[in-house]
């Protein structure tokens, strides 16, 4: 006798069976698939730059003429007269400036009397010496009293001598109260004026010598290594943006000015008649790096194995691997690294405690696009 209830549990069965096999075996090829997809990281890269290419220094300073006379009276005295003004060209020979010159005349009057007085007794201690021969000669008179009047005449002629000293010097001091150029420049400073009393050696005209001209900076404790005498540098002026000399370094500073702390550097420059004394000119050089480094972030360092790394994009695999450097120092912009990496390698700058080895990465169209040119312009 045929029963639905017995046919119904005879097909369910089976088929309830190898729906289950059917859904494991599914099953099963789907875990597979997860497990053999490719992971690919998106990751954020920079290309390392040269820290250790040279700096640009610049200071800016003024024009001087190399030889700069700060003229002076060699006597002291009161300004009666002066001819010249600042920006006044003068010629050897020309007059600067005078001082009363009344009591130096009054010397040498004195000198010269005082010469008359001694010629005078000059004379006389001639003739007494000639008396004293020609009565030694007639045995009337003892060899002391000859020996006696040789001796004054040659005291005699000694002051004489010193009386001649003396009117020469008070002639040279009268000369000495003209103030003169000794060669031909500028008049770059009017130091004292008509009625000033002034000693002898002060400055009165200071005088910048035709010829070689030269600019004088200022330059800090931490560059004046990077400056040395006969270096070329390059010289600009504020006043004609076009006008570019090839200057040299002539001579550097021994020691630190005491209250600015700075060295003073004297540049060489070409005779151009563009150049202007007073003129402000800025000097140019280029810093020498100490040591060959590059700069990354302080993000992309990492640790491995107790090591110092970072992750180094491949070019051509788009595949990471570790990269073991040594450290310099701690920047403001970063991290220098002194070994391990060199300038246009591409280097994993955020994530890299996702990083694993030969993990496939995708970098960003715009960033790639970035980080090579940048690569490109620092391997030219």
């Known amino acids: 006798m045929f029963s639905p209830k017995a046919t119904r549990m005879s097909i369910s069965l089976p088929t309830i069976a190898m729906m289950t096999a059917l859904g494991l075996v599914l099953s099963g090829c789907s875990e597979e698939k997860v497990e053999t997809k490719e992971i690919v990281r998106p990751v954020k890269v920079v290309a390392v730059a040269d820290v250790g290419e040279a700096r640009t220094l610049d200071y800016s300073g003024s024009v001087k003429a190399r030889t700069e006379m700060n003229l002076g009276f060699r006597v002291a005295g ?41 010629e005078k007794q000059v004379e006389t201690a001639r003739l007494a010496k000639t008396r004293a021969e020609g009565l030694f000669a007639k045995n009337v008179t003892s060899k002391s009293q000859l020996e006696e009047a040789t001796l004054a005449y040659d005291q005699a002629v000694s002051t004489r001598d010193a009386a001649v000293a003396s009117l020469d010097q008070a002639k040279n001091q009268v000369r000495y109260t003209d103030l003169t150029s000794d060669q031909t420049g500028i008049v770059t400073a009017v130091n004292a004026d008509i009625g000033q009393v002034i000693g002898s050696g002060t400055p009165v005209v200071s005088v910048a010598v035709d010829g070689e001209k030269e600019a004088e900076i200022a330059v800090p404790e931490m560059d004046i290594a990077r400056f040395r005498p ?91 691997r570790s990269r073991e450097i040594t450290v310099g120092d701690f920047g403001a912009d970063g991290v220098n690294v002194t070994q391990g990496l060199k300038p246009g390698d591409l280097v994993v700058a955020a994530g890299t405690q996702f990083m694993s080895e030969n993990l496939k990465v995708k970098v960003p169209a715009g960033e790639a696009l970035s980080a090579q040119a940048e690569a490109d312009q620092l391997v030219r």
């Not at 003068?90 to 009397?113: F, H, N, W």
């Not at 010289?235 to 003073?264: C, K, Q, Y």
């Not at 040591?291 to 302080?298: D, K, N």
């Not at 640790?303 to 788009?318: A, L, M, P, Q």
């Open 230 to 320: 006969g270096q070329t540098v390059k010289a600009r002026f504020w006043s004609d943006e076009g006008l570019v000399l090839d200057g040299r370094v002539r001579e550097v500073a021994g020691s630190a000015d005491r209250l600015s702390r700075t060295f003073a550097v004297r540049v060489s420059l070409p005779n151009d008649p563009r150049v202007l004394l007073g003129m402000t000119a800025t000097i140019e050089t280029a810093g020498e790096s100490e040591r060959s480094a590059v700069s990354i972030p302080l993000a992309a360092l990492a640790e491995k194995d107790g090591r110092t790394i970072v992750w180094v994009v491949e070019r051509g695999s788009d595949t990471v």
């Open 78 to 118: 009161k300004i009666t007269e002066r001819h010249v003004n600042i920006g006044d060209r003068v010629e050897p020979g020309d007059l600067l400036a005078r001082i009363d010159p009344t009591d130096y005349q009054l010397a040498v009057k004195s000198a010269a009397a005082s010469l008359v007085a001694a």
